[in-house]
């Protein structure tokens, strides 16, 4: 019995251990953010002697951040929906009429899982387009990028939609767009909603596509308006902790809202064998 | 035949069309030119007149002064060390927590958290915590009495502290997918082996990693991609320094790209191209076999 209670109090120290070490830098950040510039590069996690509230005003005013909000939802929003959907058809097709053809534009999406992009001739074949340096260019290429995980992960959820709401469909007389959008879609909800969030969440995180793509301040999504707004301000620190606050925060809502979502879409498929 | 027909026109191909194209045009083609320009002097001031110089890049990659193989070794060296970095201590956390501590489920949501963040702002919170002068790490370190370390410019050191924020990040996220695994076994089967005898390590290599094939194969194949791609972090953090100490593939290839090297940046491209092709066809040949089999 003893021994049990030791087991126990040690698995609850490392839980605890661990989630100080993961809690104290978002707590550094956010108290930090909060002082004046001078206290904030002390970087302590003492409470502000002076709770400057004013720092969120300057960088939304001085870090193109508004806008930066605004790309990075535009990305996030527009490229998600648009390549879940796109890719829920595809697999709606792949899994429900297993031709040779249709297995092999299966498992030949799922090599891009592994192939990384080719930004320097991406963006060759993005000007040949005339989509370089646009919004467009980035959506299209997020949205493309997408497509295999969405593929992978939506597969395994089809075996669990009957294949006879189908026929019945049919027979009702629906065509394979509304049989695809009022019957398949609604049931399969929580796989889109899953893929929805990972992806959006991804988007949302996303450096290096920007980083290449967007050539001008006025495309920049809030990650690249912070990077940048830290290589001129580095020593701001108080500006650089509000900064990384206001751009952690969507996400983190987002995670908080749609967790369930996200731990069942990770381990779908995935893990069940 | 009829079934053939109706089969068809229930599903209809033109479904795939659009994802499959987006998919070749701006995925697969890119790449493949990628290998074509990897044989070419491409630069920012060829404007159209690009020819055809063979091997040069690549021998430029293997010979020159510039190092750029230390960047290939790098990459493969971060790939196998972040996994084993955050692979084994998920696997031990997702035991600890799957066999019931009170809070769990918070806890879950504490260590996924850090997964959901950008890049970008971890790598900002870390070069922060890292600070020499006030950062967090060298605060503590002078409370206990102990030598500020330059987490991120000592040569001895920058590589440990990448190895550590990138666990501090992904720890959380294996955990889960473990976790899913530890889930799916059946708790039978470890009162089976209590009863004959067996202590932990026993259930553990016959029962708990046996069953987790399933959940080491997701982490392992998510993994060896995100360290061979990796980029965001070691760019934020380090940008390759101190020197090019830190230097992996990506982190040169940008770098190239940005001072105009077009051919030889998709030569370097195009070698992680082949090493993640390679890795890929193989994964994805198992997966339908393992198919097939079901």
Redesign the interface.
Known sequence: MKRREQSTFFKQFICVALSIIIILPFYMVLINSFKTKGEAARMSITFPTEWVFGNYLEVINRGHLLLGFFNSMLYAVVSTTVGVMLSAMAVFVISRNKTKLNNFVYYFTLCGLFIPVNFVTLSAVLSFLHLSGTRMGIIVTFTSSMIPFCVFTLRNFFSTIPVELDEAAIVDGAGPLRLFFTIIVPLLKPALVTAFILQFMGIWSDFITPLYLANASAQWPMNLAVYNFFGKNGSYWNYVFADIVLTCLPVIIIYLIGQRYIVGGLTSGAVKE | MEDKMN???????W??I???L??I???????L??VV?SFTDWNVRSRGNISFIGLKNYIEIFKSNKNYASGILNTLKFTVISNVVKLIPALF?AI??Q?G????RI????????A??????IG???K??F?YN???LN?LLSYMGLPAQKWLSDLSMVWKSIYGVDA?RGI??CM??FL??LN?IPHSYYEAAEIDGAGFWRSFWHITLPML???IT?NL?FGI?YG??V??IV??LTNGGPGHATEVM?TY??QL?ANGW?GL??AL??I??VI??I???F??QH??R?EVQQ
């Open positions: 089969k068809k026109s229930i599903y209809p191909n479904f795939l659009v994802p499959f987006l998919y045009i701006f995925f697969l083609i890119p790449a030119l990628g320009y956390l600890l927590i066999r501590v009170k809070g769990h806890y879950q949501t504490i260590f996924y958290l850090p959901v963040l950008p890049f970008l702002v900002l919170i870390f922060s915590i600070n006030n950062g967090l605060t501090w959380g996220y889960t997918i899913a695994g799916g094939t399933g959940a997701i194949v991609t061979l791609k980029f965001d760019y934020v990506t290839s940008y790209y077009y940046a998709s491209n195009s992680l191209f993640t092709t890795i890929g066809v994964v994805v997966m339908s393992q």
